[in-house]
């Protein structure tokens, strides 16, 4: 990546009970990068993502740990410093989201809305409170 790519920041999270397959996997693939049972990583292979209106970086493959088809979103670990998490926290009562607290990711450069984090969820949604979820429509992929 460029010098003006920002440094990544770390996000944390919270692998609770799983009762879904998704959430499951999600939650497995979390507890390897934490245990650092993936150690090799080949860079050459590694790809950016970009905000669609105005391209600013907001964050790399490597941050990347899966994908959740029902809000067309990409999971993050980690974004760059120019994703914005809004203060507000806000509540979903309806759609897949229901009953969930989350938190909206704006881009720095447009400020336009790119994502969520979720917060408070249903048991099934557990695997991903504080990840970053980019929507997938919302983003470029650079590799």
């Not at 507000?88 to 400020?111: D, F, I, P, R, W």
Request: hydrophobic letters at 35%.
């Amino acid at each position: 990546m460029s010098n003006s790519t920002r440094s990544l920041r770390e996000s944390s999270y919270d692998i609770g009970p799983c009762d879904s397959t998704q959430t499951s996997s999600i939650a497995d693939q979390l507890r390897a990068v934490k245990d650092r049972e993936i150690c090799m990583v080949d860079y050459r292979n590694c790809s950016v993502l970009q905000c669609m209106t105005c391209n600013t970086v907001l964050g790399d493959s490597l941050g990347i740990c899966g994908e959740l088809q029902r809000l067309q979103s990409i999971i993050c670990l980690n974004v760059t410093e120019d994703v914005r998490v809004n203060k507000k926290l806000e509540m979903s009562l309806n759609s897949h989201l229901a009953s969930s607290t989350y938190q909206v990711l704006h881009c720095a450069g447009c400020h336009g809305t790119i994502g969520l984090v979720l917060h408070s969820t249903p048991e099934h949604l557990s695997a991903l409170r504080n990840l970053f979820l980019l929507r997938k429509e919302l983003i470029n992929w650079w590799e």
